[in-house]
């Protein structure tokens, strides 16, 4: 089988990361090869970029820098691990990919869709994304679950004007990303797994 990548999307809080670990724990069970990371992050370097981006000391941070240090991440990420494991017939599944950065530094931080895409063209050097699954929530209830779990980043502590054009963004994410299936976060935990393992059930056949 070709190696696919997966990328799961949607608001902080949304319950990506849960979700992606039942995933882990279904194809493992059923002997997929499959490997599971993050953005930013997922290799020595991008951790050390994640860390720089999310650091609440970092306030004086442009949005331009930001977003370019988004992308350097990504390009080390792909370059290190991603387009490897595709190319052995993998399956990877990326906690946030290219949409996040068209949402949140393309629209919420008003830098451009068009933009964030030419950077992250470079970035990506040509790789494709085969699914993207948005769990949709709505901002306020992402943030509430969220500061339950631990103290805010500095993106989390954006302020909610930001993240109230993050949740419209990704309302409007299937009019600039293709494969893109939405999938209703208010439900339960078993739920939301079901559905998405039925969409990525779709694409490996
Ligand atoms: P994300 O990775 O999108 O930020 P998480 O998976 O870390 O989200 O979930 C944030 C919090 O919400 C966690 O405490 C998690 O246990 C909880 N959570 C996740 N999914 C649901 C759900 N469907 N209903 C209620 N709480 C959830
Ligand atoms: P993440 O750890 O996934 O946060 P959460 O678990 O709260 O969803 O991502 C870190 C933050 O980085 C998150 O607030 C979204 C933001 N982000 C961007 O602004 N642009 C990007 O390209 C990516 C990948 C993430």
Request: hydrophobic fraction near 35%; include cysteine.
């Amino acid at each position: 089988m070709k190696g696919k990548l997966i990328a799961i999307e949607g608001p902080d809080g949304s319950g990506k990361t849960t979700q992606i670990e039942l995933l882990k724990e279904y194809f493992l069970k059923n002997n997929y090869e499959i490997i599971c990371t993050r953005e930013p992050g997922g290799t020595d370097i991008s951790e050390k970029i994640r860390d720089i981006i999310l650091d609440n000391n970092n306030s004086k941070m442009s949005s331009m820098c930001e977003s370019l240090l988004y992308a350097a991440s990504r390009a080390q990420l792909v370059n290190e691990v991603i387009k490897p494991a595709i190319l052995e017939g993998k399956v990877v599944i990326c906690d946030r990919f290219i949409t996040s950065s068209i949402v949140y530094q393309g629209i919420a931080r008003n830098l451009g869709i068009e933009r964030i895409k030419g950077i992250n063209e470079c970035a990506v050097d040509g790789l494709k994304v085969d699914l993207t699954i948005l769990i949709s929530l709505d901002y306020e209830e992402g943030l509430k679950r969220k500061a339950k779990q631990k103290k805010l980043d500095r993106l989390e502590s954006s302020g909610s004007e930001f993240h109230k054009k993050v949740f419209e963004g990704y309302m409007s994410a299937p009019m600039f990303c293709d494969d893109i299936k939405v999938i209703d976060g208010n439900r339960s935990i078993s739920d939301i797994h079901n559905d998405i393992l039925s969409e990525i059930k779709k694409i490996l056949v």
